[in-house]
Every structure is written in structure tokens, then in C-alpha cells.
């Protein structure tokens, strides 16, 4: 790429370059040249009154990659599961969800603050499924005293759970209870196409399962701003007045639109890539003096792993400054470890950069501890 400064290439350039190894969320990967040339170039509309052409095919793509009739363009993932909640729960109902998932942990408690529904969270086991026993016994209803179970929620994949991707086989024993019950299920699919990718597997078998699939534009495909919630044709219809009802009606939004346009059809194949890079970072930070991590286990894009002093203890903070203060940023896992994320602004230099200052903050810290 030109890095003349007077050139669109090279400003485009200048923008997507930070000095910074920036591992620590695949939330910060920038617009693409074609994302920014498709959102100068796109048609729009006003959305709200269905008027934009921009928003419209975005809505038809993404239904048809996830298998679903109908979907819908909102701002954030948040959103986009908020309005899942409030448009298959009556106000009140409760809400099975796992206890790492980010709808309980990460979303502001948003059931309980805008549809009065308890959130009721079961033992995420560590590949981010849920004990099919577990949760059988865990659907409420049928005694007078009880809210009833109005949602089962699931994470694919599973973020705090290291990445890890549900097969099509995990997720239809997951949600085999629930279908027994008459219980819809949302997923949180975030990452439904990094699960997709590591699993060979289309989106749309991994989306049958579920009666509605929230995914994200803007993590690992790169897209600026935006998320799709999809499902039958009626619930869309019910989820637009839900995404109203919580201000993310937009009107010109075909311009962020067409970033996700390009994010759905250029940059699903190349998360292998990122994926790659995630097994040559654990590969290489297994091989660490003081580092603990289980390769094994990383399957996506997300991988967790605890810096540890001379007597075994996690050190995870001042690792994590110290290899910021060189550069490379991580985040603090406040649940087991710290957070290494790849996405498409890392590259394979990146990734041994970071095994590179890894290395030396691991010598450098472990004894600083011992004393
Ligand atoms: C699994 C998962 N679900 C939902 C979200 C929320 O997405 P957003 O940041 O767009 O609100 C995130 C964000 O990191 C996530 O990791």
C-alpha cells in the first residue's frame, strides 16, 4: 500500500497503521480501503421508512448467510440482543443464559433493566456449552410461584470461554431442552462466522439451531459500526419496533451499511488467518518459561492465558503493563487470564513481536515478583 500522505491509499494507510501490537480486542480493526470506498459510493435512504437501498440489501444478504427469512441492521451486538430479549419475552420472563456469557456478564444487566427479566445463569462448561441435564432442570413455569422461562440464550463462539467454536452436534443437544419446553433460543453470535470458518461449517447450519442469531459486522469482519439480528420473517417485523423503542432507528445509515456489505462478502474467508495466528501465538506462548496456556484449546480467535512469579501465582496485571508499556496491548481478563484477541489488523510480524516482548516481560517480571 502507497504511503505517500497525498494519496487516498496512503491516508488510508496512515489511518490503519498505530505503532501499538493491539491484541487486545478484535473491536478495534479499522475500515478496509474497499469499506471506506463502499461507504463514500453508497445509495441511501431514509432506514426508518425502509428507504434505504444500502441498509436494504445489507438486511437481504445477512438473512440469506445465516439462513433466517428476515434481518435487521442495528448499531451494536448489545442492541442487537437487547432487542432479542424484549421481542421473544413477555416483560417478566426470565432468562437462561451461562454465567460467562456476555449478555449476563457484559450488557449492563440489560434484560432486568428493560424488560424486567431476571437473568438465571448456569455453569458455562469450558468449551461454552451447558450441561443439557443442567438446563432441562432449570426451566421455571409451570407452579404459580415461578416466572416462567421465556428465552434460552447461547454464545457462539463463546468469548470468555476462550473462542471456543459449538459444532452444529453441541449446539442441537444444547438446545434440545429447550425445544422440549417450547423455549425459543437466541444466540449471541458475535463471532458466528469465526465459529463458522474454524469449524467448516456455513453460518446457516450453525444458525438453524436457534430461532434468532445476533452477529457482529464490527469485530473480527472489520466493518466499522453495525450488527444483524436475524430470525423469522414476524419476529423482524416485532424487532423493529424493539430497536425503536431503544433509539437505534437510523436514517441515513446505508453509508455504515455498506461497510458491512463488504464486511459479509470480503472478509469472511480470511478469518482463518486470524485463527492461524491465535494457534501461533499460544503455540508460542506455551513454549514461555512462566507462561501457562493450553494450546489444545484454541480454536478460534481468542485465546487466554495467566503470567505466573516464581511461585506459580498469576501475575496478569503486571504483565499486562509491562508488555503495554512495550507496546503490546492485551486485556486484563477479569475472569481467568489475560485476553489475547487477533483480527485483521495483525499479521504473522505482529504476532512473533508479541511472543518477542512476551518473552522478555516474562524474564523481567517473574523475578521483580520473587523479591
Ligand atoms: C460475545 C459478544 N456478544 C456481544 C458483544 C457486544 O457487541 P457490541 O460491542 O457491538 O455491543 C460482544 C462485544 O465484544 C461480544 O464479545
Given at each position: 500500500m502507497s504511503t505517500d500522505p497525498d494519496t487516498y491509499e496512503g491516508q488510508i494507510g496512515a489511518l490503519a497503521s498505530t505503532a501499538a501490537t493491539d491484541l487486545r480486542s478484535d473491536t478495534v480493526t479499522r475500515p478496509t480501503p474497499a469499506m471506506r470506498e463502499a461507504m463514500y459510493r453508497a445509495e441511501v435512504g431514509d432506514d426508518v421508512y425502509g428507504e434505504d437501498p444500502t441498509v436494504n440489501r445489507l438486511e437481504e444478504l445477512a438473512a440469506e448467510a445465516v439462513g433466517k427469512e428476515a434481518a435487521l441492521f442495528v448499531p451494536t451486538g448489545t442492541m442487537g440482543n437487547a432487542i432479542a430479549i424484549l421481542t421473544h419475552c413477555r416483560r417478566g420472563d426470565e432468562v437462561i443464559v451461562g454465567d460467562r456469557a456476555h449478555i449476563y456478564l457484559?450488557?449492563?444487566?440489560g434484560a432486568a433493566r428493560l424488560n424486567g427479566s431476571p437473568a438465571r445463569a448456569i455453569p458455562n462448561l469450558p468449551d461454552g456449552g451447558l450441561d443439557p441435564q443442567r438446563l432441562l432442570a432449570s426451566?421455571?413455569?409451570?407452579?404459580?410461584h415461578e416466572a416462567r422461562t421465556g428465552l434460552l440464550c447461547v454464545e457462539n463462539t463463546h468469548n470468555m470461554c476462550g473462542g471456543r467454536a459449538l459444532s452444529p452436534a453441541t449446539l442441537r443437544a444444547l438446545v434440545a431442552p429447550a425445544r422440549q419446553r417450547g423455549v425459543p433460543v437466541h444466540m449471541d453470535g458475535a463471532r458466528l462466522f469465526n465459529a463458522a470458518v474454524s469449524l467448516g461449517a456455513p453460518a446457516r447450519e450453525l444458525a438453524a439451531e436457534v430461532d434468532s442469531v445476533m452477529f457482529c459486522l464490527s469485530k473480527g469482519l472489520s466493518a466499522p459500526v453495525g450488527s444483524m439480528l436475524a430470525g423469522s420473517r414476524d419476529f423482524i417485523a416485532q424487532a423493529r419496533r424493539g430497536r425503536k423503542l431503544l433509539g437505534?432507528?437510523?436514517?441515513?445509515?446505508g453509508v455504515l451499511a455498506a461497510a458491512g456489505i463488504v464486511g459479509l462478502t470480503e472478509m469472511v474467508e480470511r478469518l482463518a488467518d486470524d485463527h492461524a495466528n491465535a494457534q501461533r501465538l499460544a503455540q508460542g506462548l506455551a513454549e514461555i518459561p512462566g507462561i501457562r496456556i493450553a494450546p489444545e484449546t484454541v480454536q478460534t480467535n481468542i485465546l487466554f492465558f495467566d503470567a505466573l512469579d516464581?511461585?506459580?501465582?498469576?501475575?496478569n496485571e503486571a504483565f499486562t503493563s509491562a508488555a503495554a508499556s512495550q507496546g503490546v496491548l492485551l486485556s486484563g481478563g477479569d475472569l481467568g487470564g489475560i485476553r489475547a484477541v487477533t483480527h485483521s489488523g495483525i499479521s504473522v510480524a505482529d504476532i512473533d513481536r508479541a511472543l518477542q516482548v512476551a518473552r522478555s516481560v516474562a524474564q523481567q517480571t517473574a523475578p521483580a515478583v520473587r523479591r
Amino acid at each position: 500500500m502507497s504511503t505517500d500522505p497525498d494519496t487516498y491509499e496512503g491516508q488510508i494507510g496512515a489511518l490503519a497503521s498505530t505503532a501499538a501490537t493491539d491484541l487486545r480486542s478484535d473491536t478495534v480493526t479499522r475500515p478496509t480501503p474497499a469499506m471506506r470506498e463502499a461507504m463514500y459510493r453508497a445509495e441511501v435512504g431514509d432506514d426508518v421508512y425502509g428507504e434505504d437501498p444500502t441498509v436494504n440489501r445489507l438486511e437481504e444478504l445477512a438473512a440469506e448467510a445465516v439462513g433466517k427469512e428476515a434481518a435487521l441492521f442495528v448499531p451494536t451486538g448489545t442492541m442487537g440482543n437487547a432487542i432479542a430479549i424484549l421481542t421473544h419475552c413477555r416483560r417478566g420472563d426470565e432468562v437462561i443464559v451461562g454465567d460467562r456469557a456476555h449478555i449476563y456478564l457484559y450488557e449492563v444487566g440489560g434484560a432486568a433493566r428493560l424488560n424486567g427479566s431476571p437473568a438465571r445463569a448456569i455453569p458455562n462448561l469450558p468449551d461454552g456449552g451447558l450441561d443439557p441435564q443442567r438446563l432441562l432442570a432449570s426451566f421455571l413455569g409451570d407452579d404459580v410461584h415461578e416466572a416462567r422461562t421465556g428465552l434460552l440464550c447461547v454464545e457462539n463462539t463463546h468469548n470468555m470461554c476462550g473462542g471456543r467454536a459449538l459444532s452444529p452436534a453441541t449446539l442441537r443437544a444444547l438446545v434440545a431442552p429447550a425445544r422440549q419446553r417450547g423455549v425459543p433460543v437466541h444466540m449471541d453470535g458475535a463471532r458466528l462466522f469465526n465459529a463458522a470458518v474454524s469449524l467448516g461449517a456455513p453460518a446457516r447450519e450453525l444458525a438453524a439451531e436457534v430461532d434468532s442469531v445476533m452477529f457482529c459486522l464490527s469485530k473480527g469482519l472489520s466493518a466499522p459500526v453495525g450488527s444483524m439480528l436475524a430470525g423469522s420473517r414476524d419476529f423482524i417485523a416485532q424487532a423493529r419496533r424493539g430497536r425503536k423503542l431503544l433509539g437505534g432507528g437510523m436514517r441515513q445509515a446505508g453509508v455504515l451499511a455498506a461497510a458491512g456489505i463488504v464486511g459479509l462478502t470480503e472478509m469472511v474467508e480470511r478469518l482463518a488467518d486470524d485463527h492461524a495466528n491465535a494457534q501461533r501465538l499460544a503455540q508460542g506462548l506455551a513454549e514461555i518459561p512462566g507462561i501457562r496456556i493450553a494450546p489444545e484449546t484454541v480454536q478460534t480467535n481468542i485465546l487466554f492465558f495467566d503470567a505466573l512469579d516464581a511461585d506459580g501465582q498469576p501475575q496478569n496485571e503486571a504483565f499486562t503493563s509491562a508488555a503495554a508499556s512495550q507496546g503490546v496491548l492485551l486485556s486484563g481478563g477479569d475472569l481467568g487470564g489475560i485476553r489475547a484477541v487477533t483480527h485483521s489488523g495483525i499479521s504473522v510480524a505482529d504476532i512473533d513481536r508479541a511472543l518477542q516482548v512476551a518473552r522478555s516481560v516474562a524474564q523481567q517480571t517473574a523475578p521483580a515478583v520473587r523479591r
